[in-house]
Nanobody
Framework: ESRLVESGGGLVQPGGSLRLTCAASGFTVSMYNMAWFRQAPEKEREGIAAVYAGGGETVDTDSAKGGFTISRDNAKNTVTLQKNSLKPEDTAMYYC??????????????????WGQGTQVTVSS
C-alpha cells in the first residue's frame, strides 16, 4: 500500500523558516513525479513545487509562493519543501502528492493519485 506522511509543520514566526518532509512508503520516490500543494482556509488547493521522476523540478514563481525549494532524498525516500522568510499569508495546510496521471499538469490537484494527510503551517507572531 502506497502512503505519504507529511511532517514539520507548526507555528512559525514571520520571517522564520519552513522545512516540511514527505515520507513515502510502498513505493520509491525517485520513480514517480511528486509535488507539494497548500490550501488556505476558503481557498483552492494550489501547487507549490514538483520534482520529477526523470530528474529536475518545478517551483511556482508566483510572487505569493516564490522562495520555495523542493528536493528529494532517494536514500531516505523522502521529498522536502523549504522556504525562508515566511509571511502570514503562507499560513495553510501543506500536502504532499504523488503519482501524477499522464497528461496532467504538475500543479493540477486532480492529477495526483496519492495524497498525504497534510501538515498545518501557521505563520504568526
Amino acid at each position: 500500500e502506497s502512503r505519504l506522511v507529511e511532517s514539520g509543520g507548526g507555528l512559525v514566526q514571520p520571517g522564520g523558516s519552513l522545512r516540511l518532509t514527505c515520507a513515502a512508503s510502498g513505493f520509491t520516490v525517485s520513480m514517480y513525479n511528486m509535488a507539494w500543494f497548500r490550501q488556505a482556509p476558503e481557498k483552492e488547493r494550489e501547487g507549490i513545487a514538483a520534482v520529477y521522476a526523470g530528474g529536475g523540478e518545478t517551483v511556482d514563481t508566483d510572487s505569493a509562493k516564490g522562495g520555495f525549494t523542493i528536493s528529494r532524498d532517494n536514500a531516505k525516500n523522502t521529498v522536502t519543501l523549504q522556504k525562508n522568510s515566511l509571511k502570514p499569508e503562507d499560513t495553510a495546510m501543506y500536502y504532499c502528492a504523488a503519482f501524477l496521471r499522464p497528461g496532467r499538469a504538475w500543479n493540477d490537484p486532480d492529477g495526483y493519485i496519492y495524497w498525504g494527510q497534510g501538515t498545518q503551517v501557521t505563520v504568526s507572531s
